[in-house]
């Protein structure tokens, strides 16, 4: 089965330093992963997502993620982190076995960036 | 990108009562998909709801818990039954088009207390 994996339940940053969230993802055949973004009492809101090509993906919000095939990786990042940064993130990968295709979501992390 | 709406935004409910969720886009999707989020929790998948035909649960949920309803392309309903404290949760509703490539779209969540 397909599955992803979030080693960290809280980041802490201060504004202004680079952020990295990780992520790992275990699939059988190729990955098709998604980062989505869950700020206070909102849904959840689609970042980037990672088919095929360049290994540097853009999405919103300045944010980017680095899929990395040998370590099985898709990092989230973003060069310079803001106080309204601060959410809950999920990793995801598009689960290929399962009716629909729908995604399976990792435990998140929380991500904490202090004035 | 679809945009979703549920309703209620928030509820507080007796145990033992029933609550209806609804969720509604503004285009017509394939897939609609039901989702729990414990507090402090990943996203759990409870069903998938595709129009004309019974939903499909995953293991754990069962319709007489969590009936829904798909009367059309737009419009799904999840019924909460006989609620217990247990069931307080964050519940979205997701729409995709089942392909590989596309993201799922969330809505911004129907949050349950059960007293």
């Known amino acids: 089965a397909q599955s992803v994996a979030q080693p960290e339940d809280q980041v802490n940053v201060a504004e202004g330093n680079p952020l990295t969230v990780k992520c790992t993802y275990s699939?059988?055949?190729?990955?098709?992963l998604f980062w989505y973004v869950q700020y206070p009492n909102r849904g959840l809101q689609f970042l980037l997502k990672?088919?095929?090509?360049?290994?540097l993906v853009k999405g919103s919000y300045g944010f980017e993620a680095e899929f990395n095939k040998s370590q099985t990786s898709f990092h989230l990042k973003k060069p310079s982190a803001l106080v309204s940064d601060s959410a809950l993130y999920f990793c995801?990968?598009?689960?290929?076995?399962?009716?629909?295709?729908?995604?399976?979501f990792g435990g998140g992390t929380r991500l904490m960036v202090k004035p | 990108s679809a945009v979703i709406s549920q309703k209620p935004s928030r509820d507080i409910c007796q145990r033992g009562t029933s609550l209806t969720i609804q969720c509604q886009v503004d285009?017509?999707?394939?897939?609609m998909f039901w989702y729990r989020q414990q507090p402090g929790q990943s996203l759990t998948l409870i069903a998938t709801?595709?129009?004309?035909?019974?939903?499909?649960?995953e293991s754990g949920f069962v319709i007489d818990k969590f009936p829904i309803s798909r009367p059309n392309l737009t419009f799904s309903t999840l019924t909460v039954s006989n609620m217990s404290p247990e069931d307080s949760s964050i519940y979205l509703c997701?729409?995709?088009?089942?392909?590989?490539?596309?993201?799922?779209?969330f809505g911004p969540g129907t949050r349950l207390t059960v007293l």
């Open positions: 997701s729409v995709g088009s089942g392909g590989r490539y596309n993201e799922q779209f």
């Open positions: 699939v059988s055949g190729n990955p098709y």
């Open positions: 285009s017509q999707v394939t897939m």
């Open positions: 990672y088919i095929t090509g360049d290994n």
């Open positions: 995801a990968v598009r689960d290929l076995n399962r009716a629909g295709n729908m995604l399976t």
């Open positions: 709801a595709n129009q004309g035909s019974e939903a499909t649960y």
